[in-house]
């Protein structure tokens, strides 16, 4: 009989393709066998839990620097809590600087984060101008292990007008890379927003009226407009709006390779939330796209039920309410705009997506886990729990019941959207490359062994 450092042992093994019982055997920090009746040197007992790869969010902003702040998670604080919610990897981004190089960005980025995260990380390139020397740039990229370009729609300084989204998706397909596509049309958002601004509707609470539905709508189908005749794989980053989602579909009907992601506040968090006349809420819940009318909840919902979404990132994006969502009150465009959410995405999607119906085991691990992976080019050492893979794996106990509660997590954030809700299914260990991690909601390992990941070519799903 092999010997194998860890064995976890009798529990409910849930991949994306099949649920079974059975024992994993870990050696050197990956999984060495899929059995029955294997021993260790250790063994965990996990009969009752289910045994997942690990949850891989694929749009997170850790130590992201805003005009006038920095986001309240850095890398050590954000891939604590990544791991504390039962996900082992992250796909964060590097945004160059007017001026610098994307190479050199990414050294920076890397540097930040090297020592500092508790899983592993990969990075996506956020490209922000066309310049000869960036496009020139971007064809060395996948030496160093990025496969994916960000590109925006809006925002001063980062968005690119029709002429350049089409230079850079023409130039990502060319190399056999991915662009994601923050899809929201800023001449629509100006305006709206330019005219709020003159009623003196600047209350926090306005701001879901400053960027329409219509707005991501536009966006969305511009962007297919233009990938039409590139073999680009577009991923459509948190989707707000099921009438998009729709449109991603159609396109994908129409043998277009684009995916859509969704995160959980479009799922559980609308604009209802904002009518108390209490502006801290209303500020706390600023993040763009905005919340949406409640009824986009549910028809987010049937979209995952039609199988219409492909991924779920969470696009955690901290920001505290004291003192920085606070320095906005009089002023929506003053709150730094962005949600935490990586340490609950995995749960919340159990509970209102598996409890509640829309999603069986394996389709729950396939949208948090393994078509993430499959996307961003990680998998199988990512999101699987074949021999070979990474011992990245989370024991989740699917009765264990949970009142969300800022003091029980682990962002470093003064606030979660969430509070209140009441969960049935909590992860209960996270153990990252054959080392156990976090226990029952506590870090008990010192050893911070996350690193850089590289990025292979990327699939579309
Ligand atoms: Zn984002």
Redesign the pocket.
């Known amino acids: 009989m092999e010997n194998f450092d860890l064995v976890i042992r009798g529990g409910k093994l849930v991949t994306d393709q099949k649920v079974t019982i059975s024992d994993l055997g870990i050696r050197n920090g990956k999984i060495a066998a899929v059995g029955l009746n294997l021993l260790g040197k250790e063994t965990i007992d996990a009969n009752g839990f289910l045994v997942l790869p690990g949850g891989i969010d694929p749009?997170v902003?850790f130590q992201m620097p805003t005009a006038t702040t920095m986001t309240s998670d850095d890398w050590f604080s954000g891939t604590r809590a990544a791991a504390c919610g039962g996900t082992t990897t992250v796909i964060d981004f590097v945004e160059p600087e007017m001026g610098e190089s994307l190479s050199e960005a990414l050294r920076k980025r890397q540097a930040e984060a090297e020592r500092n995260c508790w899983i592993d990380y990969a990075l996506h390139m956020t490209i922000h101008n066309v310049e000869p020397k960036t496009l020139q740039a971007m064809e060395y990229m996948q030496e160093l292990g990025i496969t994916s370009f960000k590109v925006y729609t809006t925002y001063e300084g980062m968005k690119l007008n029709q002429n350049n989204l089409r230079i850079v998706f023409e130039k990502a397909a060319s190399i056999g890379g991915l662009c994601m596509v923050?899809a929201e049309a800023d001449d629509l958002i100006q305006q709206t927003t330019a005219q709020l601004i003159k009623e003196k509707k600047t209350d926090p609470s306005w701001f879901p009226e400053s960027r329409p539905a219509q707005a991501e709508i536009e966006a969305v189908i511009n962007c297919i407009k233009l990938t039409a005749n590139t073999n680009l794989i577009l991923y459509v980053?948190?989707l707000s709006t099921s009438a998009a989602i729709e449109l991603v579909d159609q396109a994908r009907k129409d043998g277009k390779n684009i995916i859509a992601e969704t995160c959980p506040q479009y799922l559980l968090l609308n604009k209802n939330l904002f009518t108390n006349n209490d502006q801290v809420t209303a500020a706390s819940l600023i993040c763009s796209p905005p919340l949406r009318e409640a009824g986009e909840n549910q028809a987010i919902w049937s979209a995952v039920d039609e199988e219409k979404i492909q991924s779920v990132g969470s696009?955690h994006?901290s920001f505290t309410i004291d003192p920085q969502k606070r320095s906005g009150l009089d002023d929506f465009r003053k709150v730094p705009g962005g949600l935490p959410g990586v340490e609950l995405r995995l749960p919340l999607l159990y509970t209102f997506g598996v409890r509640a119906g829309h999603l069986n085991l394996t389709e729950w691990v396939r949208l948090c886990s393994s078509q993430p992976a499959k996307i961003f080019g990680l998998y199988p050492q990512k999101g699987s729990l074949t021999v070979g893979a990474d011992a990245d794996i989370v024991l989740f106990d699917p009765e264990k019941e949970v009142v969300v509660q800022q003091t029980m997590l682990h962002e470093n954030v003064d606030y979660t959207p969430y509070a209140g809700l009441k969960l049935t299914g909590y992860p209960v260990m996270t153990i990252v490359k054959g080392n156990v991690l976090v226990k029952d909601g506590e870090l008990v390992s010192e050893k911070k062994t996350g690193s850089f990941l590289k990025c292979n070519q990327p699939e579309f799903v």
């Open positions: 749009h902003h923050h980053v948190h696009d994006c």
